[in-house]
T-cell receptor
Framework: GAVVSQHPSWVICKSGTSVKIECRSL??????MFWYRQFPKQSLMLMAT?????????EQGVEKDKFLINHASLTLSTLTVTSAHPEDSSFYIC?????????????FGDGTRLSIL | GEDVEQSLFLSVREGDSSVINCTYT??????LYWYKQEPGAGLQLLTY?????DMKQDQRLTVLLNKKDKHLSLRIADTQTGDSAIYFC??????????FGKGTMLLVSP
């Protein structure tokens, strides 16, 4: 149980392109979804927290107009990297926490490797 | 702010036990987690422990929590080459948001 599907797993695109990454909870409903960025050999950096039906909460230093997050249902959140540039190249990972009491553990997708040429 | 510290690297031989240690600073931590990350993949939740517990065992995994010292450990019995990965310790203090350590790379040699 508690499977999170993230795709695409790898995308390569030209500078200036917008890229959408999807995160789905397959067998549970996720009140809250999280988007992380991970640089090589480093830990995860939380970018934003999204709750179904409301605006995402962005961490300090993360541009909300650059990284658009939509959490339209209890099983789907999307991250759109707008007008991507080479410095946006990274490994992006989503996670989902179930409904119910606080402290539902986060279950992670397999990540999306984004390469901007 | 909250801080989670882990040693960066551990090397063991196949069949030995591995112990990965973690310390945290947030005294209001409610849950403490261990995640495993294999190369190029996301994080896999291995186990988690509530802060009022001292120990939790799940097959080859044993988690020990010393709340007084804010010290968490993960012991992997009979370590296998497939256990080679990066292990992240994480804590939360009530609302699902996690604070991660930098990860411990476990290398298991045959």
């Amino acid at each position: 149980g508690a499977v999170v599907s993230q795709h695409p797993s790898w995308v390569i695109c030209k500078s200036g392109t917008s890229v959408k990454i999807e995160c789905r909870s397959l067998d549970f409903q996720a009140t809250t979804m999280f988007w992380y960025r991970q640089f090589p050999k480093q830990s995860l950096m939380l970018m934003a927290t999204s709750n179904e039906g409301s605006k995402a909460t962005y961490e300090q230093g993360v541009e909300k107009d650059k990284f658009l997050i939509n959490h339209a249902s209890l099983t789907l959140s999307t991250l759109t990297v707008t007008s991507a540039h080479p410095e946006d190249s990274s490994f992006y990972i989503c996670s989902a926490a179930g409904t119910g009491a606080n402290n539902q553990p986060q279950h992670f997708g397999d990540g999306t490797r984004l390469s901007i040429l | 702010g909250e801080d989670v510290e882990q040693s960066l690297f551990l090397s063991v031989r196949e069949g030995d036990s591995s112990v990965i240690n973690c310390t945290y600073t947030d005294s209001s931590s409610t849950y403490l987690y261990w995640y495993k990350q294999e190369p190029g993949a996301g994080l896999q939740l291995l186990t988690y422990i509530f802060s009022n517990m001292d120990m939790k065992q799940d097959q080859r995994l044993t988690v020990l929590l010393n709340k007084k010292d804010k010290h968490l450990s993960l012991r992997i019995a009979d370590t296998q080459t497939g256990d080679s990965a990066i292990y992240f310790c994480a804590e939360s203090s009530g609302y699902s948001t996690l604070t991660f350590g930098k990860g411990t790379m476990l290398l298991v040699s045959p």
